[in-house]
């Protein structure tokens, strides 16, 4: 049996598709490369930096004691920052004013004077207060008193200051991610019998992580920077310990090498974890161009 030709198509007016070529990425890839390359080389290579005295400290127990001090203020402050953010958010959109005035104002306050003045008022509170005492107040009835230099010594001071300072900054992340959470959920929750601490807790927060974590991630890195500045009031962090040690050996650029070293691991250290929560509470989500966030819908 014969089988019928099969007609024959014209296929010149099909579209052939090329890939979209990015040739200027490759080019200022490599500049960043070399210039990057060029920069480590000229630190290795420098006759002005002792090497010798680079790898002594690199391991010293007193860097390494100083590096831990740093990773556990700021962990700790990052955490009581991250509470009273969030309750500070949550008073920013409360219909109740008052709460909102003093949310407002604690904001403002902390956020509008430098980190190295609240550092230094912390750290010599004790010259304004010599004692905290406890007692009746406008009156000549105390029950205690105690030194404030003994109350608040250095390290508390340190972490007080940066932990507020900190608050007022991420109760504004806090802040928008509620507010990127649609208001929908917030409705339905209601509609449920759902109570207002009940709803946030678990319907607007889990949902508002997705935005709030990227940022405060940033946060936590610059925390951990911060903590150098606890120099001024005598924390033996990681900042401190290089400076005393460069004092007595008149090292300072090997020592500010050390430094240095540990802050660029500690750091890259802690974006890990952030990106692990990203990726947790970006479930349903994928990334577009420019790190943009677009929701997947299933059909």
């Known amino acids: 049996m014969a089988v019928a030709p099969q007609p024959q198509t014209d296929n010149s ?3 052939v598709a090329v890939p979209l070529r990015h040739p200027w990425r490759w080019v ?13 080389w000229a630190l290795v290579s420098a006759d002005s930096i002792q090497h010798d005295i680079v ?61 190295l003045l609240q550092i230094v008022f912390w750290g010599y509170l004790g010259i304004i207060f010599p004692n905290i005492v406890l007692g ?14 003994q109350v608040i010594p250095a390290l508390l001071a340190g972490v007080i200051a940066l932990s507020l ?15 990127a ?17 009940y709803t946030m807790r678990r319907i607007i ?3 508002a992580m997705r935005v709030i974590i990227p940022p405060l991630g940033n946060e936590f890195i610059g925390m951990l920077k911060n903590t150098s500045l606890l120099q001024v009031i005598a ?33 890259t250290v802690l974006g890990f974890p952030q990106r692990a929560l990203e990726r947790k509470y970006g479930k349903g989500f994928v990334a577009a161009a420019g790190g943009k966030l677009l929701k997947v819908s299933r059909l």
């Open 13 to 15: 007016d099909d579209v």
């Open 28 to 40: 200022f890839g490599i500049i960043v490369t070399v210039l990057l390359a060029a920069f480590i």
């Open 55 to 115: 790898f002594r400290f690199l391991f010293d127990s007193r860097i390494l004691i100083g590096m831990l001090v740093t990773l556990g203020i700021t962990v700790l402050c990052m955490f009581i920052a991250t509470v009273l953010a969030t309750l500070l958010a949550i008073m920013k959109l409360s219909p109740n004013p008052l709460l909102r005035w003093i949310s407002t104002g604690f904001i403002e306050f902390f956020r509008g004077t430098p980190l």
């Open 136 to 149: 009746i107040p406008y009156t000549d009835v105390i029950f205690q008193s105690w030194p404030t230099s």
């Open 165 to 179: 300072n900190e608050a007022a900054y991420s109760a504004e992340i806090v802040r928008a991610g509620i507010l």
């Open 181 to 197: 959470v649609d208001s929908g959920q917030v409705e339905a929750a209601k509609s449920l019998g759902m109570s207002g601490g």
């Open 205 to 207: 927060l889990p949902q």
């Open 235 to 267: 924390v033996t962090e990681l900042y401190t310990v290089a400076s005393k040690i460069s004092s007595a050996n008149l090292a300072q650029i090997e020592l500010l090498v050390v430094s240095g070293f540990w802050y660029l691991v500690m750091t």
